[in-house]
C-alpha cells in the first residue's frame, strides 16, 4: 500500500493496511457480526463457506509473520492491499442481512428490520462524493469511449501488422488495454506515473536510454514542453512508434508533422498519425 513499508511498520503493517483499506467503512465488522450470528444463533453448516474464507485468509494471506518474511521478497508491498479483495464482505454482508431478515416471521416485523437493515448499511458504509453529479451512462457495452473505438477501428485498417506499437492520449492510455489488447502501448504504465510525480513507483532508472526515450515522448504529448525535434525523433524511432493518437485540441500539430508523422485519419475527438520509423534507422 502506498507510503507504507514492512522495514518500518513489521508485524503493525497488516493491521495498518487493513485500517487504511478499510477507512471508517464498518462492513468488516458487520462481516464478523454475520459469523458469529450464523455460528450461535443460526444454521453453523451455512456459516462454513464464509468462516472457512476468513480462517484461511488469516492463516496465509492476512498472517503478520508470513507477510513480513515473503512480501518483500516478490516486491508485493504497494500491492499487498489487493488481497483484501478476495475477502468476501460485501457478499456476506448481503447474505447475513437476508437471512436476518428472512428469520422472522411475521411479516410487519420483516418490513421494520428491512429499513432497519437499509439505514444501518447505508450509515456503516462510505459514500462516494460525486457519484450522483458525475454520472453518466456508458456509451457502449466495452465501457469505452466510442472514440477511442473509432481510433482502434482506423489503425488496424491502415496496418499490416497484428499487433502495432501506439502512443496514445494520456486520458486513453490506460483504456485501451482493456478494449484492444492487440495493440502494444508505447508509454509504460510506470513510466507515465514516476513521471506524473507518483512516489511510490519502484524499478524506474532515470538514467536509462529507455525512460529518455519515454520522458521525451511525453514531454512533448503529455506536457508540451519544448523538445528538439531530433530528439523526439529518435525517441519515437528507439521506440519503434507505429502511430500516435492526439487530441485536436493539442496545440502543437505542426511540430508531429515536421517530426514526419502523417496524419492518416481524424475522428470526432482525435487525429491519428503514422510514423515510418524504419526509414529512420
Known amino acids: 500500500m502506498a507510503g507504507l513499508s514492512l522495514n518500518e511498520t513489521g508485524l503493525q503493517f497488516v493491521r495498518i493496511c487493513l485500517q487504511n483499506y478499510w477507512g471508517t467503512c464498518l462492513y468488516l465488522l458487520l462481516f464478523a457480526a454475520g459469523i458469529l450470528w450464523s455460528l450461535c444463533c443460526h444454521r453453523k453448516q451455512e456459516a462454513r463457506i464464509f468462516l472457512g ?4 485468509l488469516a492463516l496465509t494471506a492476512y498472517n503478520p509473520f508470513l507477510v513480513k518474511y515473503i ?8 500491492e499487498y492491499y489487493r488481497l483484501f479483495w478476495i475477502l468476501p464482505v460485501i457478499p456476506g454482508v448481503a447474505y447475513y442481512t437476508v437471512r436476518l431478515i428472512f428469520a422472522l416471521k411475521k411479516r410487519w416485523t420483516k418490513v421494520l428490520l428491512t429499513i432497519v437493515s437499509a439505514a444501518v448499511l447505508v450509515a456503516a458504509g462510505t459514500p462516494l462524493q460525486g457519484v ?38 494520456g486520458s486513453l492510455n490506460s483504456l485501451v488495454r482493456q478494449y484492444d489488447p492487440s495493440l502494444q502501448l508505447v508509454l509504460h504504465r510506470n513510466a507515465v506515473l514516476y513521471r506524473a510525480g507518483s512516489t511510490v513507483i519502484d524499478g524506474i532508472d532515470e538514467d536509462s536510454a529507455w525512460y529518455h526515450r519515454q520522458k521525451t515522448l511525453m514531454d512533448v504529448l503529455y506536457y508540451s514542453e519544448p523538445v528538439d525535434l531530433s530528439q523526439f525523433q529518435q525517441a519515437l524511432t528507439g521506440t519503434h512508434t ?4 492526439v487530441p485536436i485540441s493539442w496545440g502543437n500539430h505542426e511540430y508531429l508533422q515536421q517530426a514526419g508523422c502523417q496524419p492518416i485519419a481524424q475522428t470526432e475527438e482525435n487525429i491519428v498519425y503514422y510514423y515510418d520509423w524504419q526509414q529512420k534507422i
Open 53 to 56: 474464507y476468513a480462517v484461511f
Open 71 to 78: 512480501v518483500p521478497k516478490i516486491n508485493f508491498e504497494n
Open 132 to 169: 450522483v453529479e458525475n454520472f453518466a451512462l456508458a456509451e457502449n457495452i466495452y465501457k469505452v469511449p466510442d472514440d477511442l473505438r473509432a481510433v482502434c477501428d482506423v489503425i488496424h485498417k491502415d496496418s499490416k501488422k497484428e499487433q502495432p506499437r501506439v502512443i496514445f492520449d
Open 242 to 245: 507505429d502511430y500516435l493518437v
